[in-house]
């Protein structure tokens, strides 16, 4: 990664050595667990499809980012094998997410909009603060790439969370949940491509080399 400063400072360098990224991995790691399980137990008693969808995803993200603390410094091989693995998983969790909202469509519930609002600002909050910790390194190897890459969708799937709990207020109806929960597996499989594709050229060049 280049060492050119931009206007909040220095970009820290790519290498796992850092001190300050593992910390920020560790704290990105915690609030991700947490956020899980407040997102967990608030989908189910809303019965919200875009609740339960970033609870997953909360929980992906916490794995994701504590297997980016155990290949920190590794090789450029085993950083890009586990780039490839995270990518897997945001493309499992799109698939995931899709299916499930077809399964709500099937089923006609109407989730309760307030508790969806209040998690989903809640949830915003949470992946903002990650969010910006991780802007420094948005543009390392694959790995941290992906890392970038889950905290961004996470904050705009939580606006979306929150724009949809006002469209079932307004409306009465599940659409706009499941619209949003749409939107939030694509958002997954779209990223999940960028991240593969990136780590899959990374180990072509390890092995070329």
């Known amino acids: 990664m280049s060492h050119a400063c931009h206007s909040h400072g220095c970009t820290p360098p790519a290498s796992?050595?850092?001190?300050?990224?593992?910390?920020?991995?560790w704290a990105a790691l915690v609030i991700n667990a947490c956020m899980f399980v407040?997102?967990?137990?608030?989908?189910?008693?809303?019965?919200?499809?875009?609740?339960?969808?970033?609870?997953?995803?909360?929980?992906?993200?916490?794995?994701?980012?504590?297997?980016s603390l155990l290949v920190l410094g590794m090789a450029l091989t085993w950083r890009a094998r586990a780039a490839l693995l995270k990518g897997l998983s945001m493309g499992a969790f799109g698939v995931f997410v899709l299916g499930r909202a077809a399964w709500t469509l099937a089923e006609g519930t109407v989730p309760e909009a307030v508790t969806m609002g209040a998690i989903g600002a809640l949830a915003l909050v949470a992946n903002v603060a990650v969010a910006a910790m991780?802007?420094?390194?948005?543009?390392?190897?694959?790995?941290?790439?992906?890392?970038?890459?889950?905290?961004?969708?996470?904050?705009?799937?939580?606006?979306?969370?929150?724009?949809?709990?006002?469209?079932?207020?307004?409306?009465?109806?599940?659409?706009?949940?499941?619209?949003?929960?749409?939107?939030?597996?694509?958002?997954?499989l779209t990223a999940a491509r960028a991240v593969i594709t990136q780590a899959r050229a990374e180990l072509r060049g390890v092995a070329a080399a």
């Open 134 to 188: 991780l802007y420094a390194w948005r543009d390392g190897d694959a790995n941290m790439r992906s890392v970038w890459l889950c905290s961004r969708n996470d904050a705009i799937g939580n606006l979306a969370v929150m724009a949809a709990a006002l469209g079932v207020f307004g409306t009465g109806s599940a659409w706009p949940d499941l619209a949003v929960a749409v939107v939030m597996g694509v958002l997954a």
């Open 38 to 67: 407040v997102e967990l137990v608030g989908g189910l008693q809303a019965g919200s499809v875009s609740l339960l969808a970033d609870a997953v995803d909360f929980f992906g993200d916490a794995v994701n980012y504590g297997l």
């Open 16 to 25: 796992g050595q850092s001190p300050r990224y593992r910390r920020v991995l």
